[in-house]
């Protein structure tokens, strides 16, 4: 029995009544489950009128391993929370759900704990298939093959046709087709103690495969659209091909002869849905009106708890500017001398950004740590530190130690500290955190200096 797949993107998020009820996730191959969501949503129009017995195929690309976005302003787009809410409006007999290239997030220890979490929410979420990436190879053999295992116990298929010693392809059914779903890399993502094969000639194997045992073949290309119709020219024994490697939905399928090529990446802001042979799909943002998962927000909450009993101080990067070889000495050293800046300091929302993450319970996050603190990893912030717990005065400045030696000794421009800018604000508040950032808005509340 397939597992309960996630289906149904919401153009417009309407919370009102469509006559639908949202089950609770399933999966018959885990014992991992969501709990049940009580809320309406109506169907994307690209689902709506099509017979019942249509398979849907539902995908997401560039995830990065994200149950949420980082949450700390609204408008925020994305995660598998909000993903999985809109699961089970389908019957599950019905969907193909895939997760595409560029789900894993990262190759530091908190990055490859978080993946192998997010492999757990995936098949809470009942995702059927998820695909081998640029990302997931660069990774290396041995955290790649961590994540293997993690997946093969979840009953997760982890595919890709051109990797050498990986499963080269999975059978779903869905509806009234039957499907053998293989994925591809583009073999310069070679190395790391990994082997990749030409592309090409991976899938056309498994092309002679799918017709040998009268299967669709479904390919998830971690490659971009002009590669993904290269690839369908080559491989015209496909009926299917969606690709990951893109900032922008394709508009609707596009007819390579018989081949139709879907493709949606996005860093997992877009969930695809096209229900099979229709004229349209649906590529819909997963924006924040959306309700959460209760089982994704469980199992997020569980990966919090593995943070705090890891400890994994020294990790992550805060985009420190640093001074030469100076170090970092802490903000109640450079109150000495700029109190009127201390004082605006103190009541602004960079003092109290630790405290902001302890509210939430994510202080043991290295992704939220780095904006929060200072200097963690960088000689700043470790594990009860009260010294670095803000985003102080070095977090934007720099270290500050070349600064007040020569303050000290009377000669203070021998210790300038470097410009700032625009661009030093964006280190964290970027397009991704922080997507309602205006520097002429912002600089207002902290406004201090000459």
């Not at 991976?202 to 971690?222: C, F, K, M, P």
């Not at 849905?273 to 009106?289: I, R």
Request: aromatic share 6%; glycine share 12%; charged share 15%.
């Amino acid at each position: 029995m397939k597992r309960l797949a996630i289906v149904a993107a919401v153009i417009v998020p309407v919370m009102a009544a469509a006559g639908l009820w949202l089950l609770p996730s399933k999966s018959s191959t885990s014992k991992i489950a969501s709990l049940p969501v009580a809320v309406v949503l109506p169907l994307p129009v690209a689902l709506c009128d099509v017979p019942r017995d249509t398979p849907v195929v539902m995908w997401v690309a560039q995830a990065k391993a994200r149950f949420e976005p980082c949450g700390c302003v609204a408008g925020m787009f994305g995660g598998l929370m909000r993903r999985a809410v809109l699961t089970s409006r389908l019957p599950r007999e019905r969907v193909l759900s895939c997760e595409l290239g560029g789900w894993s997030g990262g190759h530091q220890p908190y990055e490859l704990l978080r993946s192998r979490f997010y492999l757990r929410g995936l098949a809470a979420a009942g995702v059927d298939v998820v695909a081998v990436g640029t990302a997931e190879i660069a990774l290396g053999s041995t955290s790649l093959g961590t994540l293997r295992a993690e997946a093969k116990l979840l009953g997760l298929p982890l595919v890709c046709a051109n990797l050498d010693g990986y499963d080269p392809h999975v059978v779903i059914t869905a509806g009234l087709r039957r499907c053998l779903i293989t994925a591809v890399v583009d073999r310069d993502a070679a190395g790391n103690g990994l082997t990749l094969h030409d592309p090409v000639e991976s899938v056309t194997t498994q092309a002679v495969e799918a017709v040998r045992l009268g299967l669709d073949l479904v390919i998830l290309a971690d490659l971009d659209p002009d590669a993904c119709k290269a690839l369908a020219r080559a491989v015209p024994q496909a009926a299917l091909i969606i690709g990951g490697r893109t900032d922008h939905p394709s508009p609707e399928p596009v007819a390579v002869g018989s081949v139709r090529v879907l493709w949606s990446g996005n860093h997992g802001k877009v969930l695809g849905s096209w229900a099979w042979g229709q004229p349209a799909a649906a590529f819909e943002l997963l924006h924040d009106k959306l309700p959460e998962d209760a089982g994704q927000r469980a199992i997020l909450g569980d990966y919090q708890k593995a943070l705090g009993e890891a400890g994994f101080d020294g990790t992550g990067n805060s985009g420190l500017r640093t001074l030469g070889s100076a170090s970092l000495v802490g903000t109640a050293i450079c109150a000495t001398c700029h109190q009127n800046a201390h004082r605006i300091h103190q009541d602004s929302g960079h003092h109290h950004a630790l405290l902001a993450l302890e509210r939430k319970g994510y202080q043991f996050d290295p992704d939220c740590l780095r904006c929060h603190v200072t200097g963690l990893g960088e000689g700043g912030y470790t594990r009860g530190s009260t010294t670095f717990a803000e985003v102080g005065c070095e977090a934007c400045h720099g270290p500050g130690s070349f600064h007040t030696a020569a303050a000290r000794s009377g000669r203070p421009l021998d210790g300038t500290m470097p410009q700032l800018s625009a661009s030093t604000c964006v280190a964290c508040h970027d397009a991704d955190n922080s997507p309602q950032f205006d520097y002429g808005v912002y600089w207002l509340r902290i406004l201090h200096g000459n």
